[in-house]
């Protein structure tokens, strides 16, 4: 499987699905956040799943990107009170599993 296509199973998996429980099957216990408003860690990712969560997000890819161990992803983003963001995402995996985040969000 491609560093893509892992990124894209983990919006399917737990961003879409609202399924914290298969977090640990994406993301590195010590997790890489570079997002200053999430703590660090796989944990840190749940605490704000958690959150997230409540907001019965739909995350709709448009384009996503590998180079190397590194992929980037443009998602529109759909809140269940009708607010939309764009959001991209960059991810670094090493060995299947994501190790590192940086994101950059507009409302």
Known sequence: M?????VLNF???????HDASKVSQYVCEDYVQHN????Q?????LNFLKFFFTKEAKHD???ALEDGDLVAVYVYVTF????KAVVTD????ENGIIMEHWDS???
């Open 2 to 6: 491609t560093n893509k296509e892992i």
């Open 11 to 17: 919006y399917r998996d737990v961003w879409n699905a």
């Open 36 to 39: 200053p408003n999430v703590e």
């Open 41 to 45: 860690g796989r944990q840190g990712l």
């Open 61 to 63: 890819i448009q384009l």
């Open 80 to 83: 269940n009170d009708g607010s």
């Open 90 to 93: 960059i991810y670094r995996l």
């Open 105 to 107: 969000v507009q409302k």
